[in-house]
C-alpha cells in the first residue's frame, strides 16, 4: 500500500480470531500463549488483519515492519521448543 502511495497504514487485530483454551491447566494456559504468539505473528505480516491505509502524512519504512514480524516469528519458535522440552 505504501508503494502505491498511501503515507500511513494502520493495522489492527480482530480478537475473535484468538481461540480460547482452558487456562486452568498448563497445556491450555500455554496453548493459549501460542494462540496469541501466531496471531501477532499473522498480523505483523498482514496475514490475520484488518488494514487501514491513509493518504496523509509520512511513509513508515517497510524495514521496520518487517523487522517486527521476524521478532515475533522467532519468539514464536523459541516457545515452541519451550514447550517441547517440558514433555
Known amino acids: 500500500m505504501q508503494k502505491a502511495g498511501f503515507s500511513e497504514v494502520r493495522q489492527y487485530i480482530r480478537l475473535n480470531q484468538l481461540p480460547l483454551e482452558n487456562l486452568a491447566t498448563r497445556d491450555g494456559a500455554l496453548a493459549q500463549v501460542r494462540h496469541g504468539l501466531t496471531l501477532g505473528y499473522g498480523s505483523a505480516t498482514g496475514l490475520t488483519s484488518i488494514v487501514v491505509a491513509h493518504k496523509s502524512?509520512?511513509?513508515?519504512?517497510?524495514?521496520?515492519?518487517?523487522?517486527?514480524?521476524?521478532?515475533?516469528?522467532?519468539?514464536?519458535?523459541?516457545?515452541?521448543?519451550?514447550?517441547?522440552?517440558?514433555?
Open 57 to 87: 502524512g509520512t511513509a513508515a519504512a517497510l524495514t521496520a515492519d518487517s523487522q517486527i514480524a521476524e521478532s515475533l516469528l522467532e519468539l514464536s519458535v523459541i516457545h515452541d521448543r519451550f514447550i517441547q522440552n517440558l514433555r
